[in-house]
């Protein structure tokens, strides 16, 4: 009416606060009012004005949006033509952390498996590196990788071979490309460089999984297949194991023998188990030295010495499914004094043995692939990829150790913590014991009581002194047993390995598979006799 075309010309007082539409509704018809009056200045045609304009603004901002709208659909995604770019097979040292991968290699194409090779894929899609759309990690596209390591597993030398996109022209001989990563090559006045595969992979990869170095190689070159050794180690506490007694078990292995009841036999794939393992040892990993005997008491320098971690190292040309693990299992049997030395002798006599006992594998999160060795490859290591992975894994390290020093900081605490002589013999003769060990209970329940003082009257809240009737807790533990005895462990009596129930034999699976190949094809003639 003639409010509204009074306040859209501005002949009266604006609303306190107008909505956006109204406020650009009003913008257009003051522009407009004017023309619209002409020299009358005539409220009915800015009425009209306002009437026109409004709907116009609205379909001209409606058609921009579509028209923006169709410009982006217009723009398909174009794929990436590899064939235009010259590639180069190269080989690539990767490090992970596996604690949260089903290992490393892929699981026959189920997608929602978290494993190392997946990413490595996923971030050479991403870096347009490797193949094209449909391409996958397969030797069919000349992929290879050294090793598989299983769930858990960590490796810092696993190396992988694949052809990569390169940044020189397809023009350029192949004579011409430069032999080491880090060779440049005259291209039009400038001199070029390959690129950094793996400072690129890094920028896309998880922080858990890094490119360390690489190198170019033949198309010839196999991860796999050239590779002329491997070198796993495996960490762990060293408590009260006898480092000596599984260190002259672990020369047992050193040789080419059959493996077959130190793995887990797979005949679908595999048919012969000797391996050829070069050297197995033991060794402790660099740390701080232990206090001396005259600086800290005996109970304090045997609790460092628990405290200490060491690692096995066993070098080899090539390893069976778990065999690592199940080697270490039977050396740990033999450190805690459950078997001889001799066992493993035993173990890998086919003849005397044939048919693996039933045991349980080392843990997997200790085990690392730390190196795999090839005669002729020279990987090339770029200083800025390698200030960035330290930096990365000293902020890592630094978070674990401090972890690791409050731990200890309270176990410092509670082994310092005085305790009365005659609780720690009254919980001594509450212990379940076999007749066998009846008098070394005995000779403990007086150790502990030797030394006891009545304590002085000193009311309900009377505390022990040091010295009088009380030990620390450190010394007590000595008397229980240690750690391994504590409230909860298992107690079950210990079955020597060669007494244990065993597996079928390598000839009685192959029975057993050959039978159920047999059966398979029975049904399968009779459905087609059925149909016919």
């Not at 080899?316 to 459950?338: D, I, N, S």
């Not at 309900?460 to 750690?483: I, K, N, Q, Y």
């Amino acid at each position: 009416g003639s409010s509204w075309s009074l306040w859209a010309t501005g002949s009266c007082d604006q609303p306190s606060a107008p909505s956006a539409a109204a406020a650009v509704v009003l913008r257009a018809v003051q522009a407009a009012a004017p023309r619209s009056r002409g020299s009358e200045g005539d409220p009915t045609a800015a009425s009209t004005a306002a009437a026109e304009v409004a709907p116009a603004s609205a379909a001209q901002a409606q058609m921009k949006a579509k028209s923006k709208k169709a410009k982006k659909t217009k723009k398909e995604k174009r794929a990436f033509d590899m064939s235009q770019h010259r590639q180069r097979h190269v080989a690539v040292q990767i490090y992970y952390a596996g604690d949260k991968y089903c290992g490393f290699a892929s699981q026959g194409g189920v997608e929602d498996v978290e494993t190392v090779e997946k990413h490595v894929a996923l971030a050479l899609e991403k870096t347009k590196l490797f193949g094209g759309d449909g391409v996958k990690l397969t030797s069919s596209h000349g992929y290879s990788r050294c090793g598989r390591t299983d769930k858990g597993v960590s490796a810092l030398g696993q190396v992988i071979a694949l052809p990569l996109r390169s940044s020189f022209p397809l023009s350029l001989n192949a004579e011409d490309l430069p032999k080491f990563p880090g060779d440049t090559v005259q291209l039009g006045g400038n001199e070029v460089k390959e690129m950094d595969y793996c400072a690129v992979l890094n920028r896309v990869l998880p922080p858990e999984i890094r490119a360390l170095g690489w190198s170019p190689v033949t198309d010839r070159f196999s991860a796999r297949f050239s590779a002329s050794s491997r070198t796993y180690r495996y960490f762990f506490m060293r408590r009260d194991l006898n480092i000596d007694a599984m260190r002259q078990a672990a020369q047992h292995f050193v040789g080419d023998h059959d493996f077959r009841n130190f793995c887990k036999m797979d005949l679908a794939n595999v048919s012969n188990f000797r391996r050829l393992i070069s050297s197995f040892d033991l060794y402790p990993q660099a740390q701080e030295e232990a206090p001396a005997q005259g600086q800290r008491g005996l109970g304090e320098l045997r609790r460092c010495q628990r405290q200490e971690v060491w690692y096995f190292q066993i070098h080899g040309q090539a390893f069976l499914w778990h065999q690592v693990r199940c080697m270490v299992a039977v050396l740990f049997l033999v450190g805690r004094g459950l078997e001889s030395p001799e066992v493993v002798a035993r173990l890998l006599d086919i003849s005397d043995v044939d048919g693996k006992p039933q045991y349980t594998m080392a843990p997997e999160r200790p085990l690392v692939l730390h190196d795999c060795g090839f005669e002729r490859l020279r990987l090339h290591f770029s200083p800025y990829n390698l200030w960035r992975l330290t930096a990365d894994l000293e902020e890592q390290w630094e978070e674990t150790t401090l972890l690791a020093a409050r731990m200890r900081n309270a176990l410092s605490f509670l082994y310092a913590v005085q305790v009365r002589r005659q609780d720690i013999a009254e919980t001594l003769a509450s212990l379940p014991t076999s007749s066998k060990d009846h008098r070394n209970k005995k000779r403990r329940i007086s150790e502990a009581n030797a030394g006891e003082a009545p304590i002085e009257d000193g009311g309900a809240h009377a505390v022990p002194c040091a010295g009088d009737g009380t030990l620390s807790w450190s010394e007590a533990l000595e008397m229980l047993g240690g750690v391994d005895q504590a409230p909860g462990s298992s107690s079950k009596s210990y079955v020597p390995l060669l007494d244990r129930q065993r597996a079928k034999s390598m000839q009685e699976q192959l029975e057993t598979m050959a039978d159920a190949k047999q059966e398979r094809r029975e049904r399968h003639d009779a459905m087609n006799e059925g149909q016919g």
